[in-house]
């Protein structure tokens, strides 16, 4: 009867002789599966039209955005040009306006200079006249080619020596231009004295 001990020991030693005999049955038992990749399947030639289409359509789409793009580069830059040459009439109106505001503030004092300029050009037209006497119903060509000599003349006989002074005028010539229909409505006489007495004299002795 053999020794258990020795059986034991026995039968340790032949387990790790058939593990040593057999390592890649273990190791097959053991390790898990290994697949090898499979390689993908080539495109069709349907698919590959179906990409270049595809490829040709965001091309142009791409085109067609260059040239929106381009458009509105161009739309930019004539809006910026307007916006400029607005600034510059504003610039222009701006000038005007506050040249107009100056001009309307110098009113009062323009006025003013107006009505001064206006009242002695009253004054001066009023001296002007006070030496100048119209003579009315005097037929044409009565005169002759002296009209002063004339009027001396006429008015010595009408008012008298004695009344007046020797006249002198400074001018005497008849207003407005003459017309064969109308001569029958002579044209008046109007001189200017030399001496603001005299006309006043004149015009006094008519009155009388």
């Not at 179906?50 to 809006?79: F, G």
Request: aromatic content about 4%; proline content about 7%; overall charge neutral.
């Amino acid at each position: 009867m053999p020794n258990g001990k020795s059986s034991g020991k026995h039968s340790h030693q032949l387990l790790f002789s058939e593990a040593i005999a057999q390592p890649k049955t273990m190791a097959e038992q053991t390790s898990p599966p290994c697949h090898a990749p499979t390689p993908a399947d080539p495109p069709t030639l349907e698919a590959t039209d179906h990409i270049m289409q595809e490829i040709v359509s965001v091309r142009r789409r791409l085109e067609a955005i260059d040239l929106k793009i381009t458009d509105l580069t161009v739309a930019s830059s004539s809006i910026c040009a307007d916006i400029a040459g607005f600034r510059e009439t504003a610039n222009a109106l701006d000038q005007c306006l506050t040249a107009v505001e100056g001009q309307v503030a110098a009113l009062p004092d323009q006025e003013a200079e107006l009505r001064s300029l206006r009242a002695k050009i009253t004054d001066l037209e009023d001296r002007s006249r006070r030496d100048t006497v119209r003579f009315f119903g005097i037929p044409e060509h009565k005169e002759g080619s002296d009209i002063k000599s004339f009027l001396k003349t006429l008015l010595s006989d009408l008012f008298g020596t004695e009344l007046l002074p020797p006249l002198k005028f400074q001018r005497a010539h008849r207003i407005g231009p003459f017309h064969k229909a109308t001569s029958d409505k002579p044209r008046p006489i109007i001189t200017c004295f030399l001496r603001h007495e005299q006309a006043r004299q004149i015009i006094t002795a008519a009155k009388t």
